[in-house]
């Protein structure tokens, strides 16, 4: 038995494939094809949840996407715990567990119902008034006690083990929204053979048919003929049909987001299945066809569980073959509920009575109702629901006043009306209009290639939307480039047509401040809070919206936005377009993050960038650091070292005999052509022409503003031909700055760029015995000091295979970069290494990099400059051509602050105490004795402990700093003040004859 | 690779050995293989119209000029990747950088067989593998076969060309190769659901 209120006979699904699940831990048998709602239904349960604020009782409004109230947490194991699932959309499958959220210690009992005898306190705009004093009571108290009590559902506590997938796709007709309207238009579509894609968020296909018992199309049921069209369409090569998928946010240029769920169905997703998958399509046309909602009636107490949408209560008869109730009465202000009435009295529900808010409605349907024995209030109106965890009655008055009627019922299915889904409409910058005679917003002026069709486009009736879907879906694959249609449109034999109804508020809800008569489920916004907040002064429908944040839930106001708005405007006294309709933002319905994320995690959270020399640093133990995306070795522990060991041995090893470093992720950038001198320049501040090819020089890059940019040793190979290094950090932006100067500023050059970082690896080796461990390996280069002296570059062979070998020095030492093709820097390396362990040479890594340069003052860009730094400032003066009329920044070098006396300059710290190691960033003052803020002159950008110097030492941008050598200033710390002497910046062979050595 | 000689201590006669990034990675799925390819030539040319007739007979080949297009022929194949540059692939063992030293038209020519990584895309499910990552339309009508294009896999840049009407050349850095290889992996076992 898959539920007592399952009708024998109603309803497509199978009643022999039954699937066991449990709802607060209670067991429960539904059917294959269920939802978890119309599964809890069939076996009675209403009661499924509590409210966002007032934990008010709350059952199952709708039957779709749209679904305010019935919101409950999915569990399949401790990490897979997702809040917030609305049942209605929710597939049922053997196993599956929810749990309601927001109650405790129950749902049938909950605390926090209080919330609602206190509701006077919780009023519109609460929040902005209550929580204002003491001000510092809102970060330690207020804010953490409403984050608790306004959670819905609770977090996993592990990572989530599923994995997202994502997928770009183009085609030329874009079908969102699978119900009569867009199978049509992709039947039209797809016939011409151009690529359709046709998404729709249902499970199955049909839309409104899967409740139209009415509907007759080519001489079937409705929703047989969708299934049919559905199968011809998914057998059709140029066709994709994406079931379980939502259109969720409509972009420039038709680009629309889909997710498609695709195990969250399933008992045990295959392992390889991802839980969903993003969908970013590219579409020539887009055909909109995503249907209208139902809007309920705002009346007291209409959100007691068992009162809900009619459409929703036929759909769970007429799809699930559910009862919602035994004994239902229906209120409604348009026709559409009649079908409701209609279809549960013949499936022998007894319908306690239809209460309608007009006053002499007639037609078919009346007539129907009339002649199956339903009682008829015309002129009447619901003013108040009773009972408390499921609805017990309807009270029913004169919709002018008058005498009260209580009528028992066990639900109450209402219908205000239907509004058109203009939410991808309106996503596509598309302006909707107000249609005044039948009370709706419809689709205006588009803004994008895309066109409305059938009930979101405000069209009524099936052989209006039929005809209007065909002739749309041609058209927008004839636009996309087809030839002609080869098909036949659809026959409407029976179809259902309503519209109208009507917006805001009903009698039943107020105008007293106690009723509640809910606008908003999710949010728990009354009638009462819409008109309090235009009397506060509310005037946009933007600020009502903000102030009683109707709308504003996970729902985004699908069913109560227009109620809100004719509320708001009934209250201002003014028409509804002129009070506005709030913006459609993406996504239409929640979308994980999973999904947004899609690969993007772990391994491919981002690239990870290793050297070709990487699996040898590795296999040596050492610590690896991130630079940018780069993994460079920080430095090689040996057993029993720590960090600081470590690098004083490294430190001693290179100054003493001789270090290896992987110098690979330095950016390298070949500029090569008839202009390339020029062109260097133009983009560095020093000279090159005059530099002869074969020798190197260190070069020193400026933005526009005269602020150092990057720097790097660059190597003339040929006159038209330079080996131009850059920072790690700094390669790709300074391949594009040179671009982008190269084709903005000076495209008369005949010099192109290209980036080679890639292609050599570079091993540097420095230190006495340097050209010791190199020479025996190289062939073709003499490696003298006259023939290669320092600041020089040859172009041989290493071990074989092609080098260009740098000498030059970011030690201090004797030193060269042996550069050679990626491929070979392993091998070339182990041979440099077996070569240097006759000679005591040592591994180094950045971190010894960084205190060895540091001993020698050469500077870092990016850490001892910050982007307002320029060359005089960091003592390289001697870098910029004194001669030179133009480079990019030489008018910055002449700004009047940049050349004004007292500028912060570079200079050498050494601290009185020499155990002490500044901190980096830590503030320099001159007089430690001052009130705090003291005036601070300047701070420490590098600081290390120098095993080589015996002592700590710093480099510090201070302001007047070359004015101050052999001053004592101070650098305050929370444990006490740090005197300190300001020097020059070498600490360490001051001469620099070592490097010679 | 593999005939590659495996010392690492040279003498002036003997070679370091080649290690290239991901020798020997394939992942499968249904209908679609991802492997790594061989070492080949390569350089990035950029040239101006009036060189590109004299390139075009160094190379052996006639230099595309249209946009998303190659040309191809002994081995060699010619991507177009901007109006005045080219991605020269020669997977016959001959060197275009050498083809091109004797040009004297105005041109760079700079190697750059080792900064990239070839990894291809074969099967069925290959253009839905690719467009886990690649937002291009890679239908045949949009990307046929020799259609070639610098673009994106997910956060890498890659250079794509369409060897047969399931096969494709992924180029890209080496050490985006790990990312991108693992991304097509995959993009692969996506797209075998």
Known sequence: ?997 | MAKAAAKTVATATSSAERRPALAGRTASATGVKVEVLPPAERISLRAPEASVAALSKALGLTLPKTPKTSASKGGRTALWLGPDEWLVIDEAGKNPLADCAGVSALHSSVGISHRNIAISVVGPAAEAAINSGCPQDLSLEAFPVGAASRTVLGKAEIVLLRTADEAFRVECWRSFSDYVFTFLSEGARDAAG
């Not at chain 1, 008058?402 to 302006?431: C, N, Y």
């Not at chain 1, 022409?689 to 940019?709: Q, S, T």
């Open chain 1, 1 to 997: 038995m898959s539920g007592a209120l399952r009708i024998p006979g109603a309803g497509r699904l199978s009643q022999a494939k039954t699937a066991r699940f449990s709802f607060d831990g209670q067991s429960y048998t539904g059917i294959e094809g269920d939802t978890l709602a119309s599964a809890l239904l069939a076996n009675g349960v209403h009661l499924v949840g509590r409210s966002f604020k007032y934990h008010r009782p709350r059952g199952i409004l709708s039957a779709g996407a749209e679904e305010p109230n019935a919101l409950v947490q999915i569990v399949r194991d401790d990490a897979r715990k997702t809040p917030n699932v609305r049942a209605t959309v929710q597939e049922l499958y053997d196993g599956l567990a929810a749990n309601s959220q927001n109650r405790w210690p129950s749902l049938s009992f909950d605390v926090g119902a209080v919330n609602d005898l206190a509701s006077p306190l919780f009023s519109a705009g609460f929040y902005y008034k209550t929580f204002m004093w003491p001000k510092a009571a809102w970060k330690s108290l207020y804010e953490p006690k409403i984050r608790e009590a306004a959670g819905l559902g609770v977090s996993p506590e592990r990572p989530d083990p599923d994995h997202y997938s994502s997928r770009y796709a183009h085609c030329d007709v874009l079908v969102l929204g699978g119900g009569a309207a867009g199978i049509t238009a992709a039947l039209a579509a797809a016939e011409t053979g151009v690529r359709v894609i046709l998404a729709d968020e249902q499970a199955e296909f049909g839309g409104s048919l899967r409740f139209e018992s009415g509907a007759r199309i080519d001489g079937q049921d409705g929703f047989a003929w969708a299934q049919a069209a559905i199968a011809r369409l998914s057998a059709m090569d140029n066709v994709r049909v994406l079931p379980r998928t939502t259109a969720f946010g409509y972009y420039a240029q038709n680009f629309v987001g889909l997710v498609e769920r695709v195990s969250d169905h399933l008992k045990a997703p295959g392992h390889d299945l991802p839980r969903e998958r993003l969908w970013q399509v590219r579409a020539r046309r887009v055909v909109l066809a995503s249907g209208a909602i139902e809007r309920h009636m705002v009346f007291a107490n209409n959100d007691r569980p068992g009162v809900m949408l009619a459409g929703a209560a036929r759909t769970f008869l007429n799809h699930y073959g559910v009862a919602v109730g035994r004994n239902v009465g229906v209120y409604t202000a348009n026709d559409s509920a009649y079908g409701a009435a209609i279809d549960l009295k013949k499936a022998g529900v007894n319908v306690a009575a239809i209460v309608d808010l007009r006053d002499n409605p007639s037609g078919p349907v009346v007539d129907e109702a009339r002649a199956l024995g339903i009682e008829i209030n015309f002129g009447r109106a619901v003013i108040r629901a009773g009972g408390k965890l499921r609805v017990s009655s309807m009270t029913v008055q004169p919709k002018n006043g008058g005498g009260e009627r209580t009528i028992a019922v066990d639900a109450i299915l209402m219908s205000a009306g239907w509004t058109p889904s203009v939410h991808l409409f309106s996503q596509s910058r598309g302006k909707v209009a107000f249609n005044d005679e039948t009370k709706r917003f419809v689709p205006g002026a588009y803004a994008q290639d895309c066109v409305s069709v059938g009930a979101c486009n405000g069209t009524d009736g099936l052989s209006a939307t039929v005809d209007e879907a065909y002739a749309a879906g041609a058209k927008a694959a004839k636009d996309a480039g087809a030839k002609a249609a080869k098909g036949v449109k659809p026959k409407v034999d029976a179809s259902e047509s309503w519209s109208r109804g009507m917006l805001g508020a009903a009698p039943g809800a107020g105008p007293d401040t106690t009723v509640k008569a809910f606008v908003d489920f999710q949010n728990d916004v009354t009638a009462k809070d819409i008109r309090q907040a235009v009397h506060e002064g509310m005037r946009s429908i933007e600020h009502v919206k903000r102030f009683t944040t109707n709308g504003m839930a996970t729902d985004q106001g699908k069913t109560s936005n227009m109620h809100g708005l004719a509320i708001a405007a009934e209250t201002l006294g003014k028409p509804i377009p002129e009070v506005g309709l709030t913006t459609f933002r993406a996504p239409y319905t929640p979308v994980t993050f999973g999904a947004i994320i899609s690969h993007a995690r772990g391994p491919l959270f981002d690239p990870t960038r290793k050297t070709a020399i990487h699996p040898w640093a590795a296999a040596q133990g050492a610590v690896f650091e991130d630079v940018g995306q780069w993994k460079r070795a920080w430095y090689f522990p040996k057993a029993g070292e720590d960090m600081h060991a470590a690098v004083d041995r490294e430190c001693v090893g290179v100054r003493s005999q001789a270090g290896l470093f992987d110098a690979s992720t330095l950016g390298k950038i070949e500029v090569v052509g008839p202009d390339a001198a020029r062109f260097m320049e133009l983009l560095y501040t020093n000279p090159w022409e005059k530099l002869e090819p074969g020798r190197c020089r260190y070069g020193i890059m400026l933005r526009e503003d005269g602020f150092i940019y990057d720097d790097g040793v660059v190597g003339r190979l040929a006159p038209d031909r330079f080996h131009v290094t850059t920072t790690t950090g700094g390669a790709p932006r300074v391949m594009n700055h040179m671009e982008d100067y190269l084709q903005t500023e000076f495209p008369h050059l005949n010099v192109w760029l290209t980036s080679i970082t890639e292609q050599w690896a570079v091993i540097a080796v420095q230190g006495p015995k340097s050209r010791d461990i190199i020479a025996p390996l190289v062939e073709g280069i003499d490696m003298s000091d006259e023939a290669l002296p320092h600041m020089s570059v040859r172009e041989g062979k290493i071990c074989g295979v092609p080098t260009r070998l740098f000498r030059m020095s970011f030690t201090g030492e004797r030193g060269f970069e042996v550069n050679v093709p990626a491929d070979y820097g392993q091998a070339v390396w182990e041979a440099l290494w077996a070569e240097g362990q006759k000679h005591g040479a040592t591994a180094y890594g950045t971190e010894a990099m960084h205190v060895l340069r540091a001993e020698k003052g050469y500077i870092i860009v990016g850490q001892d400059t910050d982007g307002t730094v320029t060359p005089n400032d960091a003592g390289l003066d001697w870098a910029v051509g004194k001669k030179k009329t133009d480079f990019v920044g030489i008018r910055g070098l002449t700004r009047p602050d940049l050349v004004a006396k007292g500028r912060k300059q570079l200079v050498g710290l050494k601290t009185k105490d020499a155990k002490v190691v500044l901190e980096e960033g830590a503030q320099i003052v001159e007089d430690p004795k001052q009130a705090i803020p003291m005036k601070m002159i300047g701070h420490v950008t590098s600081s290390y402990w120098s095993q080589n110097c015996g002592r700590s030492i710093a480099l510090a941008l201070v302001a007047g700093g070359r004015d101050r050598m052999g001053d004592t200033l101070f650098v305050p710390m929370p444990d006490g003040v740090i005197e300190v002497e300001v020097t020059g910046m070498v600490f360490f062979d001051e001469t620099g004859g070592r490097l010679n050595g």
